[in-house]
C-alpha cells in the first residue's frame, strides 16, 4: 500500500481523502488541526450552484452538479440536498440586458443549464418575490444542501473506506526525503507518505510557503445571518444581479441569508468576527427583495473564513518545490457545490499524476507573469 | 452645554446619542450603577444601556417606586439609583444591547431601532441568569421559574394564587417564599430537591463565612420563618403533569394537585455576552459547575477595553456587586488617564476590604448550595425548549461521537432556536459532561454569536443607511 496525507479536515479535504481511498492501493491519514468541518466547511450557505460560475469554473461545476444528484451514492446520506432550483434576480432592465448577455454567452460555450425568465414565471417561482423584480436567470435543478450534515456524511464516508482522521494534530513542517516520500512534520511527531494534499484552506498558502512557494491569495470572512422560523414561503435559493446577496429558507424554515458581506479575519487566532455596519447591507438587500422578511427575527449571524486567491478561483495543481504534494485550496466562498468533483481530481493527480477531468485551469502557474 | 450636560438634559428616548463615549456600562442594576456613578465622578461620559424600565437590575428591581424604602435591600438600591440618577450618566432604559465589535463599537436596541456608539472603555453588567432545571412536563403552561415569578412580585405585587408549589433548591427559593408570605401570597408546599449534607460539605468555609455572619443569620431566619408556615418535602424525582397545562406534580411518585409551580436551581453569571466577544476567555468554576470571565482584581477580561462587573463576573450578592462596580470605574478612569494610578489604588483599597468581606460567605453558601446533578435528568425530559431536544436525544449524539456543545447543536439543533441557548445552555453542557463521565470545564461552552439578543432584519436594515 502507498502512503498518503491529507491535511485539513474541511470537506475539500475529506472529499479529496474519500476519493483516494477508494482507488486501490492507498492508505490515507487525514490531519486536521482542530475538529473536523471548523471552518467554512461547516457554516457556509451550502448553496449547490452553477448558475453564474466563473466561466473557467463551469466544466467542473457541471461535473459536480451531477454528483450531488446522486450524493447518496457516493457517501450515504442525500447531505440534506434539496434540487429547489436557483434563481438570480433582475432589478432593472439594466440587470435583465446584463443576463441576456451571460447566458448568451453561457449557451455559446455549449451549456445549457442557465434560463432567463420574464416577470411572469419569476413570480410564479417566487410568489412572495417584490414587486420592483422584473425577471431572472434560472438554473431550475440547482438547489442546496445542508453543510454540516454535509461535512458529517463525507467524514463517515471517508472513514468507512479506510481514512484514519487525526484531529487535533497542526502541521509545522514539509520536506523532501532522500527516499523520495514527503516528511510531514506535526507538534505530535512526523508522518512520511508518498503524496501529500494541502486543503488547509485560509491556511493553505502558509502550507505552501514551508516549501518554499508563494502563492498569492488573501482571506476572505463571509458573513451570514439566520432568521427564526418562518412559514414557508421560498422554495429555490435566490441571488441579485447587481447586489450581493444569497438567500434561502431552509426546511425547517428559518432563513438564511449570506452574499459576501466581509466580516474581519484573524488569521492567527483562528476565527472570524461580524461587522454589523456591513451586514447591515445584506439585510437591507434581502428585506427590500422580500419584503415579507423585514420583521423577521434574527437569532444568529456568523462569518467563516476561507482562502481568496486575486481572481476569486481556487487553487489545484501539484506544487512546484515539493513534488508529490498537491495543492487544494482558495475556493473564495464557492467551493461548497464543487467539493465533489474537485476532491476526485485532485485524488487522481495523487495517484497518477494527471486527471481527466478539467481543473487545468486551476494551476497555480496562472499568478506566474512570463518573462 | 458638555455633552454629559446635552445628555442629562434630555429625557426621553429620542434623545440623541454621541457618536463616541468614554465608558459604555450595560446594565443599571448595583453594580452598573454603581460604576456609571463613579466613572462620573472622575469626568468621564458615560452611557448606561438597560434592557428594563427602571433602574434597579434584578434584586433591586422597580425600588424607586417603592419609596421610602423599609427595609435593608431597599436602603441600599434607593440609594445605589438616587446617587446614579443625580450622576449625569446618560441613561437609556428600555436598551437592549445585541452587539459588541472590536474596537469598542457598541450595537443596541431601544423602541424598534438600532443604534450604535464607538465607546474607549466598556463595563459589563448583566448580573445573573437562572440555571435551568429541566424536569419532566417543564414546558406545560403553569410551570415557570422562581425568578420570573419574583419579577411579577416586584414589579407588579403579584402574588401567586391557587395551589402554588416551590421546587428546586438554592437561596433564592426560600427568599422569595419569604416575600411572597409578606404579601400575603398562599404556598401550597416546598420541594426540597437539594442533595442531603449540605451543612457538612460547607462546614470548612464556615470559618471564614462568619467574617459576614448576617447573611447566615438570614439565611436561618428564612428557613425557619418559611418552614413554620409551609410543608417542606425532601424528595428527588419531580414531576409536572396535566392535559395542555399544569394540574398536578408528582413527588417521588406521590401526586399532589397544582396550579403553579415555581422552579429553582441556583443563579450562574450571565456570560451571554462575554462569551460571544472574540478572545475573552472563562474559567470553568466546578463547586457551582459554570462559567465565569477571567478577570484580575479590577474586573479587566482578556479584550483590552472590555471589563466585567457584579455578578455577571461570579455570583456576589448585591452589595459586593455595587463594590466591584465602582472598583472596576477606578481601573477605567486610570486606563482612560483621568486618574492616576496611584488614586485609583488609593480609593480602591477600602473598597476591595468591604468586597473581601461581602464575598467571605461565598465558599460556604457555594458548597451548601451545589446545582442538581444533570446525570439524573430523565432521558424524556426537554432540555432545548426552542426546538424541543430532549436529555436522551443529547446522550445519544454524545454517544455518536459528538464530545461539545456546539457539536450538539449540528447533531440535535440544541441552542439553534430563538433563545440561542441563553435557557438551555447549562443544561445541555451538563448533561453532556456527565454522559461523558467529565468536569463541565472539559466540555467547551455553547458558543455564542451576535446578535445575542434577537433583533428583526428591519432593525439592522436601517443601519446600513
Known amino acids: ?290 419584503p415579507c422578511v423585514a420583521q423577521a427575527r434574527i437569532v444568529r449571524s456568523w462569518t467563516g473564513t476561507e482562502a481568496r486567491p486575486p481572481d476569486d478561483m481556487p487553487v489545484i495543481g501539484e506544487s512546484r518545490t515539493l513534488p508529490g504534494l498537491f495543492h487544494s485550496f482558495g475556493f473564495s466562498g464557492h467551493g461548497f457545490q464543487l467539493s465533489p468533483a474537485a476532491g476526485a481530481a485532485v485524488a487522481e493527480l495523487m495517484a497518477r499524476g494527471a486527471t481527466n477531468l478539467p481543473v487545468a485551469p486551476f494551476t497555480q502557474d496562472r499568478f506566474t507573469v512570463p518573462a | 452645554m458638555s455633552v454629559a450636560d446635552e445628555w442629562t438634559a434630555a429625557k426621553d428616548g429620542a434623545a440623541p446619542v454621541a457618536e463616541k463615549v468614554d465608558l459604555l456600562v450595560l446594565g443599571a442594576g448595583p453594580a452598573g450603577m454603581a460604576a456609571a456613578t463613579e466613572a462620573r465622578a472622575h469626568g468621564m461620559s458615560v452611557l448606561v444601556l438597560d434592557e428594563n424600565a427602571a433602574p434597579g437590575g434584578q434584586v433591586h428591581r422597580a425600588v424607586e417606586a417603592r419609596l421610602p424604602a423599609k427595609d435593608d435591600q431597599d436602603k441600599d438600591g434607593a440609594k445605589l439609583a438616587a446617587a446614579f440618577r443625580a450622576s449625569g450618566a446618560q441613561y437609556r432604559p428600555g436598551a437592549t444591547l445585541w452587539a459588541v465589535e472590536p474596537e469598542g463599537k457598541v450595537f443596541w436596541s431601544e423602541a424598534g431601532a438600532a443604534r450604535s456608539v464607538r465607546a474607549e472603555r466598556l463595563i459589563l453588567c448583566a448580573g445573573a441568569t437562572e440555571r435551568p432545571l429541566p424536569i419532566p412536563g417543564w414546558t406545560l403552561p403553569g410551570v415557570m421559574s422562581v425568578g420570573a415569578a419574583q419579577i411579577a412580585l416586584k414589579t407588579s405585587g403579584l402574588v401567586p394564587e391557587g395551589a402554588v408549589w416551590l ?210 435528568i430523565p432521558d424524556e425530559t426537554v432540555l432545548c425548549r426552542c426546538e424541543e431536544v430532549t436529555a436522551g436525544r443529547v446522550r445519544q449524539a454524545v454517544a455518536l461521537g459528538c464530545l461539545g456543545a456546539n457539536q450538539t447543536k449540528a447533531f440535535t439543533r440544541a441552542g439553534m432556536g430563538p433563545c440561542q441557548g441563553r435557557i438551555c445552555g447549562p443544561a445541555v453542557h451538563g448533561v453532556i459532561a456527565a454522559a461523558r463521565g467529565v468536569q463541565g470545564g472539559e466540555v467547551d461552552p455553547f458558543r455564542t454569536r451576535f446578535p445575542t439578543k434577537p433583533l428583526t432584519l428591519g432593525e439592522l436594515a436601517a443601519l446600513a443607511g
Not at chain 2, 244 to 263: F, N, S, T
Not at chain 2, 348 to 369: K, T, V
Open chain 1, 1 to 290: 500500500m502507498k502512503k498518503a496525507l491529507v491535511i485539513g479536515g474541511g470537506l475539500h479535504g475529506l472529499s479529496t481523502a474519500l476519493h483516494l481511498a477508494r482507488t486501490p492501493g492507498w492508505q490515507v491519514t487525514l490531519l486536521e488541526r482542530r475538529h473536523v468541518g471548523r471552518h467554512s466547511s461547516g457554516v457556509n450557505a451550502g448553496g449547490v450552484r452553477r448558475l453564474g460560475r466563473a466561466l473557467p469554473e463551469i466544466a467542473l461545476s457541471v461535473i459536480a452538479a451531477e454528483m450531488w444528484q446522486n450524493i447518496t451514492a457516493l457517501v450515504g446520506d442525500d447531505c440534506g440536498f434539496r434540487a429547489t432550483g436557483q434563481v438570480k434576480v433582475a432589478e432593472s432592465t439594466a440587470d435583465m440586458a446584463k443576463n441576456e448577455a451571460r447566458v448568451a454567452q453561457v449557451r455559446a460555450l455549449g451549456w445549457s443549464h442557465e434560463e432567463v425568465v420574464d416577470q411572469v414565471e419569476v413570480r410564479r417561482l417566487l410568489p412572495a418575490v417584490s414587486r420592483h423584480v422584473v425577471g431572472a436567470i434560472v438554473t431550475r435543478d440547482d438547489g442546496s444542501a445542508d453543510p454540516m450534515r454535509t461535512v458529517m456524511a463525507f467524514r463517515r464516508a471517508a472513514e468507512q473506506a479506510g481514512v484514519t482522521i487525526v484531529e487535533g494534530v497542526a502541521v509545522t513542517g514539509l520536506e523532501a526525503t532522500a527516499e523520495g516520500t514527503i516528511r510531514v512534520d506535526t507538534d505530535q511527531g512526523p508522518y512520511e507518505a508518498e503524496r501529500v494534499a494541502n486543503c488547509a484552506g485560509a491556511w493553505a498558502p502558509d502550507l505552501a510557503a514551508l516549501t518554499g512557494e508563494t502563492i498569492p491569495c488573501g482571506t476572505k470572512a463571509s458573513m451570514m445571518i439566520v432568521t427564526e422560523r418562518l412559514p414557508p414561503f421560498v422554495d429555490p435559493t435566490v441571488g441579485a444581479t447587481a447586489r450581493a446577496l444569497s438567500f434561502k429558507q431552509t426546511a425547517a424554515g428559518t432563513v438564511v441569508i449570506g452574499g459576501g458581506h466581509q466580516g474581519r479575519n484573524d488569521k492567527a487566532a483562528e476565527t472570524s468576527t461580524v461587522l454589523f455596519g456591513s451586514l447591515a447591507h445584506a439585510a437591507r438587500i434581502a428585506a427590500e427583495i422580500f
Open chain 2, 167 to 376: 421546587a428546586g433548591q438554592g437561596p433564592l427559593l426560600w427568599l422569595y417564599a419569604v416575600q411572597a408570605l409578606a404579601k400575603g401570597g398562599r404556598i401550597a408546599g416546598i420541594v426540597d430537591l437539594s442533595p442531603p449534607g449540605g451543612l457538612r460539605r460547607a462546614q470548612p468555609h464556615l470559618l471564614r463565612a462568619l467574617k459576614a455572619p448576617e447573611y447566615l443569620w438570614r439565611g436561618l431566619v428564612w428557613q425557619r420563618q418559611v418552614k413554620r408556615a409551609v410543608q417542606v418535602i425532601p424528595a428527588r424525582d419531580l414531576r409536572a403533569e396535566g392535559e395542555g397545562r399544569l394540574a398536578r406534580i408528582l413527588v417521588d411518585g406521590v401526586a399532589h394537585p397544582a396550579d403553579l409551580l415555581l422552579l429553582h436551581d441556583g443563579v450562574v453569571p450571565n456570560t451571554q455576552v462575554t462569551r460571544a466577544i472574540a478572545g475573552l476567555t472563562h474559567g470553568w468554576d466546578p463547586v457551582q459547575r459554570c462559567w465565569r470571565p477571567g478577570l484580575d482584581l479590577w474586573g479587566n477580561t482578556a479584550v483590552p477595553g472590555v471589563m466585567v462587573a457584579g455578578d455577571s463576573g461570579g455570583i456576589g450578592g448585591a452589595r459586593a456587586a455595587a463594590l466591584s462596580g465602582r472598583i472596576a470605574a477606578l481601573e477605567a478612569g486610570r486606563a482612560l488617564g483621568r486618574i492616576t494610578t496611584d488614586e485609583r489604588d488609593g480609593r480602591a483599597g477600602p473598597l476591595r476590604l468591604l468586597r473581601d468581606r461581602q464575598l467571605a460567605p461565598r465558599l460556604f453558601l457555594d458548597a451548601m448550595f451545589p446545582p442538581l446533578p444533570e446525570a439524573a
